[in-house]
């Protein structure tokens, strides 16, 4: 397994990170055939295998991206972790559709603490928002990293009551890690870069796009142990949030509420779904024990060997009943996701996340105008 | 199958109902032996198989108990059903520990109507009133007859407002069907004797004791299609009612609430166990259309047949492993609740509802002070 890249080859896979029509699984086998990012970047022209689009945008560079990446590069504790570097976190490599690399501001070895992801709405309720800060405190006093999206209303909450208990947090962005969004949450995150980290996969200066959302949402269970949806919606987010993190194996947790609130909803159609209900954080914590030690093994393995063979990917969608209905209702004219929906079945929810996976795996291309098609 | 049976019948039933020591299956066998209730009471006295004071009670008339159970029988609406009569309703004769008889203050009819039970704590919130309140209503309003315990709080609430609706409701009672308790409930009794039915399987005048009322909790859910919990504390009779429900084999379904609310504590326990998480009353009946199904199946025998061997009895406790323990835990010496649970490592709300259980079955032996012991 690689050490940490140098100031260029960072550079070099920010160029990559940048160039249209690269994913992740194509990025990572481009950086493995030729053994570096800059190495990679310097063949690129020549590489039929690569979509016209990004040969010409690694033939001529982007001064000013360029310049953009060098600044934030420079700054301290801004690091770029790679998939193929040992920093990078053990159980978001485990995801299928791991990013290929991480922009991390503040301190890159909190993503190796266990971690908690707390999600919900972001018109949480005022006892949304205080049961937010009661778990997010009690998990940070048993010593986890409480994860989120630095989002309005449970995810802020989240992340300011561990960090008012003296615990550390880590917030995903989707944006790039320089740009902060929404606003309003700038302190918020400067204290939580100080005491823990921000996250992104986007280059800097990345704007929010709301695709870019959904995405984020796969990085923020990915690298937690378990998910926890205070409050949601039926068409939540968070929901999403939380199917991924079933699809990767993690754990899923909601707090049920009164029949009568409709962001209680969503938590309760993911406990029908199979989330454990919960009404303490020593429930999650006595649940999340025996995962907590499948991270200790990894961590073992990272500081025990410093060469290890990638890791095989992970793809349950084929085998899935849902996932064959809805590649049964895709087909490579664009649909909508009403269309797909009526097509398939499913619901709009379960819809967007696993086109979601799909999209991250290459089989699927969104569309303008929220459509989707089969990849050519 | 028998038919209804005669005034002196039913009278000798009433006495063998009021004989110490004879269980539901003892009595069903004496009759079935003896051709009729009134022959097995003649012969009764020279039964070596009967308990002593059994014995005793049958060779000498209580003229007192007598002339309660001849007045009682004499009013109108006033009806006995005897277990192998082709009135006793055939979802609560599939339950094992069926009443041998059950005393009906009503429409004996609405016992085979599709029942839906509704049950839960007595101190119910104001929300939980009212939600008590809006699935009776809907139940009702669907055709289906509400079915509870006659108690303060979620009892009473369903119960009326089924009435309300128009609807039909049956109250099962823990004491005879000629004491009305809690005394407040007097006028909605009559109001459900008029409009459904009051019934119970104790002799007329017997008052409340505490053991009746779990006693009573089989009958609610052994008549019911499915069982909904509103509200429930831990110590809820209501979770007897539920977990005696399950192992009936009727759906259980619970509504969630607030993690702070205690009265929503047993419901979560509930959903967590495998109870059905329900938002609204229409998943409830969605969820019921099937066991419907098999009420009418029922029902359409008993139209079309008058002769039927008697059911066989079915009896899981044996093969559970959850019972294993219970009967590992147990000797012949009675011991506390407390006692056998820290022996079997099995909650007390558990224990409660499978003690009784394995009581009716003529397994275990209750002793004074709440003690429980194996019976000789």
Redesign the interface.
């Known amino acids: 397994m690689a050490t940490t890249p140098t100031f260029d080859e960072s550079l070099a896979w920010l160029r990559l990170l940048r160039a249209p029509g690269i994913g992740a699984a194509t990025l990572r086998a481009l950086v493995e055939r030729h053994g570096s990012a800059q190495t990679a970047v310097e063949r690129a022209p020549g590489d039929e295998s690569l979509p016209a689009a990004a040969r010409a945008a690694l033939r001529t560079p982007d001064r000013a991206a360029e310049g953009a990446d060098r600044h934030w590069l420079e700054q301290p504790d801004h690091h770029l972790l790679t998939c193929s570097g040992q920093d990078y976190p053990a159980l978001l490599r485990d995801i299928p559709s791991a990013p290929a690399a991480l922009l991390v501001h503040g301190d890159p070895a909190q993503l190796w603490s266990p971690q908690i992801a707390i999600v919900g709405a972001r018109s949480a309720s005022a006892?949304g928002l205080a049961?937010a800060r009661s778990f997010a405190r009690a998990f940070a006093r048993a010593g986890n990293v409480v994860t989120s999206g630095l989002a309005e209303g449970i995810d802020g909450a989240a992340h300011g009551a561990a960090l008012d208990a003296g615990g550390a947090t880590i917030a995903v962005l989707g944006t790039g890690p320089d740009v902060i969004y929404p606003r309003q949450h700038r302190e918020l995150a400067a204290r939580i870069a100080a005491h823990g980290a921000l996250v992104s996969e986007f280059p800097p200066g990345t704007e929010g796009r709301p695709e870019h959302f959904p995405r984020r949402n796969r990085i923020i269970s990915g690298l937690s142990l378990g998910t926890l949806v205070i409050e949601a919606g039926l068409n939540s987010g968070s929901l999403i949030t939380a199917r991924l993190a079933a699809e990767q194996g993690r754990e899923v947790f909601a707090?049920?509420?009164?029949?009568?609130s409709p962001l209680?909803?969503g938590c309760?159609r993911l406990?029908?779904d199979g989330a454990?209900?919960?009404?303490?954080a020593d429930e999650v914590l006595e649940q999340l024990r025996g995962v907590g030690a499948r991270l200790a093994d990894h961590l073992r393995e990272r500081l025990g060997q410093d060469e290890k063979s990638a890791p095989v990917r992970r793809s349950g969608t084929t085998a899935d009943p849902d996932y064959a209905r809805l590649l049964a209702a895709l087909d490579q004219t664009p649909a909508a996701l009403d269309e797909l929906a009526e097509r398939s079945g499913l619901g709009a929810a379960a819809l967007s996340s696993m086109l979601l996976v799909l999209e991250l795996d290459g089989v699927v291309i969104s569309a303008s105008g929220g459509r989707y098609a089969l990849a050519p």
């Open positions: 006892s049961n707090l049920p509420g009164s029949i009568h209680a909803r309760h406990i029908r454990w209900l919960v009404e303490t």
